[in-house]
C-alpha cells in the first residue's frame, strides 16, 4: 500500500479549464483525463488524501459515481467549493477540516488552505496543501499537491518532497 496527495479537482466545473489554465477542450475531457491518470497510478488497496476541492456543483449522485470510479481508499480534508453532495457521500473513509499525521517518519500537516505558521514548522513538519492552483510561492517546508502542479495526478510524498520540475507542470506566468 502507498500513500498519495492530491487536492482541486474541481470535477465539473467548466470555470476550472479557464480560471487555471487548465488544456483540455471541455469539462466531460477534463473529468475523464483526472480519472484516467488518478487511477494509472492509484491501485486500489493504497491511500489517497484528497485535501480539498474535490467537485464543484455537482449531484450527489456523479460525487458517488466519481468516488466509485477513482481507485484507492479516500480521505477528504475539506475546501472550500466542497458542498455537501461531497462531503455527505459514503465513499470517503474519513472527512476532516485539518489533519496531522506521520509519514515515514515525517510530520505532515494538512488542510486545503496554506498556512503562514503551522505546527512544528520549526522543527521538521512540511505543510502540504491545496487552494492556490500552484501560483502561491511556498514557504520552506510547504508544498501544494494541487493538480494543476503535478500533471492532473496524485502524487507520492517522496515526489512531492523531491519537486522535481520534470514532473511538474509550470501554471505561472
Known amino acids: 500500500m502507498s500513500v498519495y496527495f492530491t487536492a482541486d479537482n474541481h470535477f ?6 479557464s ?3 487548465r488544456p483540455f477542450a471541455s469539462v466531460a475531457e477534463m473529468d475523464q483525463a483526472m480519472i484516467d491518470r488518478w487511477n494509472s497510478v492509484i491501485q486500489p488497496e493504497d491511500e489517497i488524501w484528497h485535501l ?11 460525487v458517488d459515481y466519481l468516488l466509485g470510479t477513482l ?3 479516500k480521505h477528504l480534508v475539506a475546501g472550500n467549493n466542497d458542498d455537501a453532495a461531497v462531503t455527505g457521500c459514503d465513499g470517503w473513509q474519513s472527512l476532516q477540516q485539518y489533519v496531522e499525521l506521520v509519514i515515514d ?11 503562514r505558521t503551522w505546527r512544528d514548522m520549526g522543527n ?6 491545496g487552494h492556490s492552483h500552484g501560483r502561491l510561492k511556498p514557504l520552506p517546508r510547504q508544498r501544494d499537491v494541487g493538480v494543476d502542479g503535478w500533471d492532473f495526478r496524485p502524487v507520492r510524498l517522496a515526489q512531492i518532497l523531491a519537486n522535481t520540475k520534470s514532473t511538474r507542470r509550470d501554471t505561472r506566468a
Not at 124 to 129: C, F, P, S
Open 12 to 17: 465539473g466545473h467548466s470555470g476550472a479549464r
Open 19 to 21: 480560471l487555471y489554465r
Open 52 to 62: 480539498g476541492d474535490f467537485a464543484v456543483r455537482q449531484s450527489s449522485e456523479r
Open 71 to 73: 481507485h484507492g481508499s
Open 105 to 115: 517518519d515525517i510530520r505532515l500537516v494538512l488542510c486545503h488552505y496554506p498556512f
Open 124 to 129: 521538521g513538519a512540511i505543510n502540504l496543501h
